[in-house]
T-cell receptor, first 113, second 112 residues
Framework: DAKTTQPPSMDCAEGRAANLPCNHS???????VYWYRQIHSQGPQYIIH???NNETNEMASLIITEDRKSSTLILPHATLRDTAVYYC??????????????FGKGTLLTVNP | KAGVTQTPRYLIKTRGQQVTLSCSPI?????VSWYQQTPGQGLQFLFE???????NKGNFPGRFSGRQFSNSRSEMNVSTLELGDSALYLC???????????FGSGTRLTVV
């Protein structure tokens, strides 16, 4: 079972920052937080992942709280093409059941013009 | 560079038949995973292969099987198809499990 909690849906105005929250209160010390998104009828797309430090790449920023029990994915300037289901996933990076991604229901982000 | 290629894109099969789906990972990627996506169950993990070895398997019946070849290409097979097997089957590859996975566009299987 997924070990994350996300709001089912969110709206964002085009050009504004989209902040997608995720709770993972049972995360253990060696588990990473991964974010993927899925645009309708396409395969999921990897966005970013992190352990405890904030991370940034060309797509987004990931802010992980100090206690690591929650995180926020930030799309700095959302566009209509960012409309998708966003999945927050917690997984370890070595061995056994870590060789899989457990997807929850995710957050449907709708970017409005 | 070329992405993850899945063939065929669409497939219609009859109940009781079997089907084989193919996945060509990104060059250099050795980890290949398969997922099933349905409206009711969402994305569910089927199995993961690394260097021709299955390292993890999801909670699916034995009718679902897979394999990986020495060139990292992978196939999955579903025997004795049921209507409930209708789904989007997604393949994902990664250099190792420590990196993000790149997904293909999937094979849409319809069982009639």
């Amino acid at each position: 079972d997924a070990k994350t909690t996300q709001p089912p849906s969110m709206d964002c105005a085009e050009g504004r920052a989209a902040n997608l929250p995720c709770n993972h209160s049972t995360i253990s010390g060696n588990e990473y937080v991964y974010w993927y998104r899925q645009i309708h009828s396409q395969g999921p797309q990897y966005i970013i992942h992190g352990l405890k430090n904030n991370e940034t790449n060309e797509m987004a920023s990931l802010i992980i709280t100090e206690d690591r029990k929650s995180s926020t994915l930030i799309l700095p300037h959302a566009t209509l093409r960012d409309t998708a289901v966003y999945y927050c996933i917690v997984r370890g990076n070595s061995g056994g059941s870590n060789y899989k991604l457990t997807f929850g229901k995710g957050t449907l982000l709708t970017v409005n013009p | 560079k070329a992405g993850v290629t899945q063939t065929p894109r669409y497939l219609i099969k009859t109940r009781g038949q079997q089907v084989t789906l193919s996945c060509s990972p990104i060059s250099g990627h050795r980890s290949v995973s398969w997922y099933q996506q349905t409206p009711g169950q969402g994305l569910q993990f089927l199995f993961e292969y690394f260097s021709e070895t299955q390292r993890n398997k999801g909670n699916f019946p034995g009718r679902f099987s897979g394999r990986q070849f020495s060139n990292s290409r992978s196939e999955m097979n579903v025997s004795t198809l049921e209507l409930g097997d209708s789904a989007l089957y997604l393949c994902a590859s990664s250099w190792t499990e420590n990196y993000g996975y790149t997904f293909g566009s999937g094979t849409r299987l319809t069982v009639v």
